[in-house]
């Protein structure tokens, strides 16, 4: 008697093979389809545990933080400085226009126009509405909303929304939105004013040559007469004759 014929299909490559059955079996098929896996809260667990408290992995990056922005903890030696909630202790006015030389030592702030010298070794804030015509050098923090017509060389320097420089810019450290205009020429490193090689070290300016001594014959000291010419002695002269 020929063997009964399987009513349904092998099972595909891979497939699991828990309920096998004989050919002896009640049963027409050789084996029995597994069951389809369960997608449930398995699942959902999982996901829970590769990402706790956001649907996905995507979701939990984009919700995540930037460290540039995080928080740096509660100890205020670790804040950073922020020159904006400072009380400047000078400040040019919108409407008022400034010529001359300019000294301050904190915090000053150009909402107006400005001409001439700064001297100072502070920090200097121009808004949207400031203008300032002259170089500033030495200062620590620049943030310039405005317009700077001169080179500026400042420790720090931060240009917002629409500023303008037109000059040279020396810092060790730069912030530009890209909506800045800036024509003229950069040097940022963290050894500026000076200037850093190729091998991120810093390049010492050449030593100054010092000038050729010219070799000058030494005059005679005061002291000392000068050496007294021989002179020769004439013959004594013949007695006259009587």
């Known amino acids: 008697m020929p063997p009964p014929v399987p009513s349904s ?24 389809a597994p069951p ?16 706790p408290g956001f649907d996905d992995d995507e ?15 509660d100890d205020p030696q670790h804040e950073p400085k922020n020159i904006l909630e400072d009380v400047p202790e000078t400040t040019i006015g919108e409407n008022v226009k400034v010529t001359g030389n300019l000294a301050f030592e904190k915090l000053l702030r150009i909402d107006g126009s400005f001409e001439g010298q700064l001297e100072s070794e502070g920090d ?10 002259g170089d500033v050098a ?4 620049l ?7 001169g080179n500026l060389s400042a ?23 890209p909506t800045c205009v800036v024509v003229g020429q950069m040097n940022i490193n963290p050894f500026a004013p000076g200037e850093i090689g190729t091998d991120l070290k810093e390049v010492k300016p050449p030593e100054p040559e010092k000038p050729a001594e010219e070799k000058t014959e030494e005059a005679p000291k005061a002291d000392e007469a000068p050496a007294e010419e021989k002179k020769e002695e004439a013959p004594p002269a013949d007695p006259p004759a009587e």
């Not at 092998?10 to 029995?32: N, Q, V």
């Not at 943030?143 to 017509?149: E, L, S």
Request: overall charge positive; glycine content about 10%; aromatic content about 4%.
């Open 36 to 51: 389809p896996p369960v997608r449930g809260s398995g699942a959902n667990a999982v996901k829970q545990m590769s990402s």
């Open 124 to 133: 200097l804030i121009i808004g949207r509405s400031g203008t300032l015509i």
């Open 9 to 32: 299909k092998p099972s595909k490559k891979g497939r699991s093979t828990k309920a096998h059955r004989t050919p002896d079996s009640p049963d027409s098929s050789f084996e029995d």
């Open 155 to 177: 420790a720090k320097i931060e240009l917002r929304a629409k500023a303008s420089v037109f000059g040279n810019i020396i810092c060790r450290s730069l912030t530009m939105d």
């Open 59 to 73: 979701d939990f990056s984009a919700r995540r933080p930037s460290p540039a922005y995080s928080d740096v903890g």
């Open 143 to 149: 943030i310039i909303d405005g317009k700077v017509q």
């Open 138 to 141: 030495g200062m620590g923090e």
